[in-house]
């Protein structure tokens, strides 16, 4: 009878971590797909620190990292703004989820002492 009741509470908990950890795994996953607008624009800039291969290398580099992680293919090269931010376009749009993502690398991944600094995203 102990056993039995020691079973049912081991399968209980079992259980509940089983979904618990299902429940995460749903919350944080990646489901990708494209957004409704035809394309979404990236400005943003970069600092180095001692980084001497320039700042046009800088933005691409770390662009070409960000988009990878993505896995999305149809994105320009960033292009050096007036004000030395750097633009660049996504098409088609990036949903909601996949938009954070890519602030998110942007503005936390230092890249061989690059980082850079989303200043607007917009899907038009």
Known sequence: MKTARNVVILLV?????LFGVHALEEATE???GSGTAATTTVVFTVQG????????LAATTLW???????EW???????RQA?????????????????????GCLEDLTLDRIRGSVTRMAST
């Open 13 to 17: 908990v079992l259980g509940g971590v």
């Open 64 to 70: 070409e990292t960000c988009v990878g992680t993505l």
């Open 83 to 103: 004000d030395g931010s750097y633009q660049a376009v996504v098409h088609p749009s990036l949903p909601a989820d996949t938009r954070r993502r890519l602030r």
């Open 49 to 56: 620190k001692r980084f001497t291969h320039g700042s046009d």
């Open 73 to 79: 293919s149809d994105t320009s090269t960033p292009v």
């Open 30 to 32: 990646y489901h990708g």
